[in-house]
Structures are given as C-alpha cells and as structure tokens.
C-alpha cells in the first residue's frame, strides 16, 4: 500500500488527483493534501509517506525549498507541471518521474510504476538514494535559472543511477529497451529516455542526430567518409552510420 501526500497550491488539480488515486488506485491512500507549501513543510516531518505529489512552482515555498528544508527523506517524488518547456527539459535531463496537467489514470498509473522501480533500486545502495537526491537538486537548478541545457545528465538503468557530464557522452544508439549511452569512459548503459527525448535535452550545437538509430557528440569524431550515405569514425575507434537523408547536415554539422 503506498501513502501519498499531494502539494499543488491550485485546490482544484489536487482535488483532481486525489479524486483519481481514490477512484482508481486500490493500493494508494492519501493521506494528506496540502495547497500551501510553508504549511505542508511543517507538517511532512510528523507524516509516514512513500510519494510526494509535488507541484513544479509554487508560491511562497517552492518545491526545491521544501525538499531542502525536509533534509534526509525516505520517500519518492513525482513532479506535476502545466506544460513549461523548461521543466519538461529539467526533468528529462535529471531522469526524474513527472505528470502533466491535466493527469490522466493512465499516465498516473505508469508513474507509480517507475516508482516501484526506483525505490528497489535506491534501496539497494546508499549511493543510488545520494544521487537521486543529486538528480532533484540539478533540475531545480537548472530550472529555476531557466537553462537551456546541463553539464550533466542522469541516466537511470536497470540497476543503477549513473550521473555523467555530457562531454563524457560518445554517442547514443536506440534500442528496443530505450536509449544507450556510450561514454568516454568505455561505460555502456541503457536508460529509459528515447533518443527523441535525448535530443530534447542535448545542446544542438553539441549533439546531432546523424541517423534514425544514433545520435553523436561533435567532439568524439575523428573523421567523416561519405557517399551516398556515410559513416562517422569515433575516437573510441567506433564506427557509426549516417543515412543518405541526414549526410549533408551532418557534413555542414562538423565544419
């Protein structure tokens, strides 16, 4: 049974939720609703929860405050947002669970799934929990200064949390279990962004989508040989393809 508490300063999208979680949701109570920040900040610390519903921005204590204020905690927490470009950047960027608004049960239900998934894997090592908690910190950086890209990414696996700098990152390559990330390091992880979603989040003027299959750091490439389609040398010693359709932007992408 999961306990839920929800913070979203507008009353009526927590009503809204609630009224799912409860019309739905035979393993979830929720047991406390809050549309004041400062308010559910003193109050958290005396609950028992395992999922915090919290809005992206709120007024008078936001949810990077809150979170910071609560210190060590033992639960998970899913973002709600209006549709923000920079948050949904923020969010994708640091690998962490978020609903649109309005929430929809299909959407809800795939989201306490990834916690269920997520909480078997912080809990078999400290150091997944530090970085999870890492991963919430650089989205509220990179939010609230309205960044357009990070240093950093966090990519979730299957069984671990790998946060790496972005010039670390070789090339991307699609898979039918979500994008793979190879890094200069010789690192090899699959994560569970698409590479729609990766070049969502990547500097373009840094990473390209040289084929429907791969996407490629500038910086890693030794050499370019192209025909009719191409192949990109990596200075791994990888070789990666270019389709016919994207060879002249690639050419003009590593002037």
Avoid: W
Wanted: net charge neutral; proline share 2%; aromatic share 10%.
């Amino acid at each position: 049974m999961h306990r839920v508490v929800i913070i979203d300063d507008e009353k009526g999208a927590s009503e809204n939720l609630c009224n799912i979680l409860n019309s739905f949701f035979d393993d979830v109570e929720v047991i406390k609703v809050y549309n004041d920040s400062i308010a559910a900040s003193k109050e958290l610390p005396l609950l028992s929860f395992d999922i915090l519903f919290l809005d992206v921005k709120m007024p008078g204590m936001n949810g990077f405050e809150l979170l910071t204020q609560l210190g060590k905690r033992n639960f998970h927490v899913i973002f709600v947002t209006a549709f923000d470009n920079y948050a949904l950047k923020a969010i994708k960027a640091n690998a962490l669970d978020y609903l649109l608004k309005p929430i929809n049960t299909l959407d809800l239900k795939q989201g306490i799934a990834k916690v269920d998934d997520l909480k078997e894997l912080v809990q078999l090592q400290l150091e997944e929990s530090e970085k999870y908690n890492t991963s919430i910190k650089n989205f509220y950086k990179t939010y609230d200064g309205k960044e357009d890209y990070q240093t950093s990414i966090t990519i979730r696996g299957i069984d671990r949390i790998l946060i790496t700098k972005i010039a670390d990152i070789i090339y991307i390559k699609a898979t039918n279990y979500g994008a793979m990330f190879t890094l200069t390091d010789g690192t090899k992880i699959i994560s569970d962004l698409t590479l729609n979603d990766c070049e969502e989040v990547l500097n373009p003027s840094l990473f390209m989508r040289c084929h429907m299959s791969f996407i490629v750091n500038k910086k890693q490439i030794n050499e370019v040989k192209a025909k009719r389609t191409g192949t990109i040398y990596l200075k791994n010693n990888e070789v990666i393809p270019i389709s016919a359709r994207k060879k002249t932007k690639v050419l003009e992408f590593i002037k």
